[in-house]
């Protein structure tokens, strides 16, 4: 009777099946910091580019007041297209995600590089425009909001665009509004990247494009140097000038930005022989501390009349090998007898500059930019942090906050596998840089695992979990590094850390530069050496695309 009663007790304590298979995690905390900031001395009337670390490519920015917003792109990440604001064009505060509703967009499958490419944002009259496009997933489309932070609309899509992207609205002042945006070029394309610029009118309140089409630029700024991939383009109007502004050279090291202008805004657009107003690429390679690959620019005038321009660069820690994606930095704009520069020739871009001449305004909420900094999320919930994303839509309910705790209920789906992990991750935002967390995991299996992952895409990533190998409970390293690999990777090294309950692993990587180390610890404080490997796998150089390595949280299970 005894032994029975003793029974009925423990199944009263014990928790049931179904919790004791989630994975706890009590805090994620990331510290990051980049070696060139201990060369560059910075001033208290100074920022440090980046402003935005790690994976903020192609910023769009605009000014509404004394008020910036700007966007940048997140592909196949979801929520998509984070909004910020600033009043100094240096901190910025996340605000919002305009893409935060799976049926605003589906990614489906699709590659993590594809998904929503360059967007860009635009206000007039008390309503915001995001244009942007949905790569492999419906084309061009326009979104609106009365208030930045959302929620946004659904997306309007607009035919006459097919074949293009990177549109981006111009409100002339005429009381007409027209897209601008890279397409096709009329007829058979003269070479490999030979792409065109092309104008149109939009009906901003019908949500339409009207009238017809007309191509601005053929190729590029000299069509004779068969430059590639003219893109993202931006119009101003000054000085009774219209300025064409577009990035020119592909996405790698020969990545720029030119102008032409126009007296109309349907052109003839002529190219000013100072071209490129931006670019590394003239620089020597092998120069301490690079940042290469800039372009994709926009300018913005402060209403004290200055002019600055926000765009993407990235910063290698060895040849081209960069693990953190394209960044967005910030560069005053100089005029020449009418012609925009934001670098000259051989000019590197500065990792330290003088602040624009705005009231200084520090961001809301964690930082984001300008040097090393250390962010711990405590999950106390109702919701993620704005700049935590997860791997394309989500598909049923597989996170949720208790008492302080993030808590992940683990799936089938692995992170190789092309669709929705329960991992949920925040940039690597440095060079150097650590992710820490402490997780409470009980497996049942094999194939049940709880822990860190740095991932670029589904073929290429690292992970850090607790799991279970022959009947005991271990910490494993594990990677990925290709398609011909297995989806689930490759285990490298692992260590027993006890029984099969869930008591608290710590578990911590390590990133300095292309290196990555990994530790553990069964009790606080006392940490334990796994392994270090060659990081190189999470480069683009390695793994392709246009996106940057992410460091978060994540469980599986195939029990």
């Known amino acids: 009777m005894r ?53 903020y490519p192609d910023p769009s920015v605009t000014r509404v007041g004394e008020d910036y917003y700007l966007v940048t792109s997140t592909f196949g990440w979801f929520p998509g297209i984070p909004v910020f604001h600033s009043r100094d064009l240096v901190h910025w505060t996340q605000i919002g995600n305009a893409i935060d509703r799976s049926e605003q967009l589906n990614f489906g499958k699709l ?47 607009l035919p006459d665009l097919e074949g293009g992207i990177d549109p981006s609205l111009f409100f002339d002042d005429d009381g007409r509004t027209w897209i601008v945006n890279n397409g096709p070029p009329e007829g058979k394309p003269l070479y490999e990247g030979h792409r065109a610029i092309w104008v149109q009118e939009f009906n901003p309140r019908g949500l339409q494009t009207i009238g017809p089409r007309t191509l601005v630029v053929n190729g590029g700024a000299d069509i004779a140097k068969k430059p590639i991939w003219i893109e993202g383009p931006h119009i ?25 202008r126009s007296r109309n805004v349907t052109g003839p657009y002529e190219a000013w022989r100072g071209n490129p107003i931006l670019t590394q690429r003239d620089l020597k390679p092998g120069r301490r501390f690079p940042i290469t690959s800039s372009g994709h620019a926009q300018l913005v005038q402060t209403q004290k009349g200055d002019w600055w321009a926000t765009f993407l660069a990235t910063q290698p820690y060895e040849g081209d090998y960069y693990n953190t994606g394209r960044e967005t930095f910030l560069l005053p704009v100089t005029w020449i007898d009418g012609w925009p520069r934001i670098t000259g020739p051989g000019q590197p871009i500065a990792r330290v500059h003088g602040r624009p001449n705005l009231p200084l305004a520090p961001a809301a909420g964690p930082r984001l930019g300008g040097g090393g900094f250390t962010v711990r999320d405590e999950f106390d919930g109702p919701d993620l942090p704005l700049n935590w994303m997860m791997m394309r839509n989500p598909q049923g309910h597989w996170y949720a906050f208790d008492r302080g705790a993030l808590v992940l209920t683990p799936r089938a789906v692995g992170l190789g596998d092309n669709g929705n992990p329960a991992f949920l991750a925040r940039r690597q935002q440095h060079m150097d840089a650590s992710a820490t ?20 895409n589904d073929d290429y990533w690292m992970s850090l979990a607790v799991t279970m190998r022959g009947g005991r409970r271990v910490v494993l390293l594990s990677t990925r590094e290709g398609p011909k690999q297995p989806a689930g990777g490759v285990d490298i090294k692992s260590a027993v850390i006890g029984g099969l309950g869930d008591a608290p692993v710590w578990l911590r990587m390590t990133a300095a530069g292309g290196r990555y180390r990994f530790d553990y610890a069964v009790t606080a404080g006392r940490w334990l050496p796994l392994a270090a490997i060659d990081g190189k796998l999470l480069s683009t150089k390695a793994a ?14 195939m029990n």
């Open 437 to 456: 967390t402490v997780v409470r995991f009980a497996p049942r299996g094999e194939g049940d695992r709880a822990g860190l992952a740095a991932l670029q």
């Open 544 to 557: 392709g695309g246009f996106v940057g390595t992410m460091m978060g949280v994540y469980a599986q299970s």
């Open 236 to 260: 101003l109007k000054k000085d009774g000038f219209y300025y064409l502004i577009c990035a020119e050279g592909g996405t790698s090291e020969g990545h720029s930005q030119v102008v032409l």
């Open 3 to 55: 032994a029975l009663l003793l029974a009925a007790l423990a199944l009263l304590v014990a928790p049931p099946a179904a919790a004791q298979e989630k994975a706890r995690f009590d805090w994620f905390s990331y510290t990051g910091s980049n070696p060139a900031d201990g060369h560059a001395r910075a001033g208290a009337r100074d920022y440090r580019n980046p402003i935005l670390g790690g994976f």
């Open 111 to 157: 590659g993590l590089s594809r998904g929503v490419f360059a967007p860009t944002i635009q206000a007039k009259d008390g309503v915001f425009y995001i244009l942007n496009t949905c790569v492999d997933c419906g084309g061009n489309f326009v979104i609106t909001a009365k208030n930045p932070a959302g929620p946004w609309s659904a997306p309007v899509w």
